[in-house]
């Protein structure tokens, strides 16, 4: 059973705030698959800037999983370059980074304000002919190697995957080597940041990203190394 | 930006060039109607050429037209004994494929499918007869008017705007006639901006618009244009009556005033790259404020 069934008050609160705030999208329940199709405005200052059409297919597990989107104007071209896959679909952002954007627990309106306003208003930058202003990620492993640089500071590709193993284990025992790899028992090092980390990314999506990496291994590195993100 | 990189920038944004995509809809629409016009006159020795603002490069994208003339020799009766003939030979030629408007001397044409039903392709085709061998002179037939012959000359036409030295103070002159419905003949116009700036033509383009305005303003009562092709036998100051002197007056007056209170851009509004460059800013100071979201793309 999908999430509107299982939870019609959470469906009726989310129609509720997202109608309120951005009239011109609409619920709409289609095979039992929640989406939201409408024109979606860039707005700042109050003024609306700019307006995309679009489609939100909500996750089954809705708020757990993220909503597929899809452009529908046409106005985006399908091109990797822009983020968008030859089905229509957009990547707003990667799944391991959520935590930060959309926390779990936060509305579908949070969503759209935040991660899917920034979306499109990037596009409408991309369009005028300048650079993402919020910079982007690479496509696959490249751009899930940039992530967890960022977020552990280390290149080290061993480091990292063993980071992503921790992150994925159902449980993490202390007396576990501690993934910095100085030599040290988890529980006497960098047992709190793990543990930090574990309430911020889902093991399923430490596992998704464990697999790209484990995947792509050292030329994951090489590729993003030659890669000048903006 | 000075007023007259101001100018210069409006101007660019209304260029049309060959390589635009409504210069390139307008050359197979052209190729289209010659090809009708040929087909239906096969025995006839047809001139078929572009003339207006094409021709004359004094195109502006927000409002143009495309026309074309197309004339039979002096001693070729196959596409019509009269000029009355040869206008209504062409009309029905035309209206295999479009919906013809008569307009004139002109015939403009209009979708007739169930796709282009009513648009106008913004196409005016001219039909008419060399008066001699030399193939220079025409006789046009008029379809409206007292009278119904007109002798026109059609490189005198294109020299007469092409060598004027004003080309982009025309431009702007149209841009103004568009801008303020003005009903003003956009050749009568062309030809009362050649006359006003005659003496003008070392001067700013800024200066020259200007100075077109003053003259609108303070003598347009004593304007009188001639056909460079007929200057005795045309007479155009129908096309320049009173009240339309009194309506370009009264905007020349309001231009000048918004000008002197406003500045240029309350005549001609932003240009395309003030616009862009205006948007692009806006675009940053809300991407300033939002939360920064990197986009990402799994592997297709």
Known sequence: MTWHRNDPALYEKEKAEVEAYFPDLHFVVENDIVYVRGSFPLMFEGRVLDRYSIELQLARNHPAGLPIVRETGGRIPRRLDRHILSNGTACVLIPDERWRLWPIGTSLLKYLTGPLHSFFLAQATVEEGRPWPFG???????????FYRELLNTSDLRMMTTYLDYLAAK???GHWPCPCRNGKKLRDCHVNQI????EKISRKDAERSLAILKVAGESAIEMTEAYAPE | MTADEYLKDVLASQALGDDSNEVKALQKHRADVEKLIRD????TALTIRYAGSKAKGTMNKESYDLDIVSY???DDNTAGE?????YNNHKSALAKKYYVEPRGSALRLKGCDAE???VDFHIDVVPGRFTDETQTDAYLYQSGGDKKRLKTNLDVHLDYVRDSDVIDAIRLAKLWKVRNALPIRTFVLELAVIKLLEKKKN???SAQMEHFWTELRDNSTNLTVEDPANPNGNDLSKCLDDNLKSQLADSAKRTLEQIDSSGWEAVYGKTEEQEKAARVEILRRAAAVATPSRPWLPEE
């Not at chain 2, 009269?82 to 040869?86: K, M, P, S, V």
């Open chain 1, 136 to 146: 982007q990620w690479a496509h696959g492993a490249k751009g899930t190697f940039q």
């Open chain 2, 116 to 118: 282009n039903l009513g």
């Open chain 1, 171 to 173: 449980k993490v025992k």
């Open chain 2, 72 to 74: 039979v020799s002096s």
């Open chain 2, 40 to 43: 239906s006159f096969k025995d």
């Open chain 1, 195 to 198: 543990k930090e980390l574990r």
């Open chain 2, 203 to 205: 001067k700013s383009l």
């Open chain 2, 82 to 86: 009269t000029l009355e003939d040869i």
